[in-house]
């Protein structure tokens, strides 16, 4: 579930609020994005996925967490963690080579 919207990596660029099929954020003009429904969150990690700065953490519970804040998650390293193990972002190597369904697709070319 959606957990943070980071205060300090956020370049207000929105793409969260385009890509999240369940509408859980509110663009909000000069500002962060809000998490307006969390309860919607449906746990895709596409926000995650596809935020340019590793703003946004998606825990993988799918019941809110009683306890967040951006330092914690910072030292952890679960900002932008799971782009990170997709291969996601500048300097990433991509890791779709190495997932078994893509090794098929070799025999069908």
Known sequence: MIELVSESRCIQCNICVNVCPTNVFDKVPGALP???RQND??????CELYCPVDALYVAPQVEPL???DEKS?????????YRQ???WGRGQTN????????QLLKYFK
């Open 34 to 36: 809000t998490i307006s």
């Open 41 to 46: 969150c449906q746990t895709c990690f596409m």
């Open 66 to 68: 009683a306890e967040v």
């Open 73 to 81: 998650l910072t030292e952890a390293g679960l900002l932008g963690s």
């Open 85 to 87: 193990k997709l291969g």
């Open 95 to 102: 890791t779709a080579q190495e997932d078994s369904t893509y």
